[in-house]
């Protein structure tokens, strides 16, 4: 867990230096994440120390979602088959949680 959150919060400083003209919605000091970064990296250096392998499994299930990413994010020119698996899934996701916007309005 705190590899994911160290990652996520290490993106704040990363996309001030990459796109410094991006609007941010949030103003937040710089002070807050790499104190936050650098205590993410002791308690994660300290258990892969102590227990690597565990460690290492926890990192391996977080990895996971690289080719989830690369498969359903970045990849913007997918076959027709693998955009309509997507749109099926979707939609039944959709109607299994009844997340679907109702077509009639509500009085």
Same mark, same amino acid.
């Given at each position: 867990? =705190?590899? +994911?959150?160290?990652l996520a !919060?290490?993106?704040l %400083?990363? #996309?001030? =230096?990459?796109h410094?003209?991006?609007?941010r919605?949030?103003k937040v +000091?710089l !002070? &807050? %994440? /790499? @104190?936050?970064?650098i205590a993410?990296?002791f308690?994660?250096? /300290?258990p892969?120390?102590?227990s690597?392998?565990e460690?290492?499994?926890? @990192?391996?299930?977080i990895a996971?979602g ?5 498969? &359903?994010?970045? =990849?913007?020119?997918?076959?027709? &088959?693998i955009? +309509?698996i997507?749109h099926?899934?979707? #939609? &039944?996701?959709q109607k299994l949680i009844?997340v679907v %916007?109702?077509?009639?309005k509500?009085n």
């Amino acid at each position: 867990t =705190w590899v +994911s959150i160290g990652l996520a !919060v290490f993106c704040l %400083p990363w #996309l001030r =230096w990459k796109h410094p003209e991006w609007e941010r919605p949030i103003k937040v +000091s710089l !002070v &807050f %994440p /790499v @104190i936050y970064i650098i205590a993410t990296i002791f308690i994660t250096i /300290v258990p892969m120390i102590a227990s690597p392998i565990e460690t290492g499994i926890g @990192i391996a299930i977080i990895a996971t979602g690289i080719p989830v990413y690369f498969i &359903f994010i970045a =990849w913007k020119d997918k076959p027709q &088959f693998i955009k +309509s698996i997507i749109h099926c899934t979707t #939609l &039944f996701l959709q109607k299994l949680i009844v997340v679907v %916007p109702s077509d009639t309005k509500m009085n």
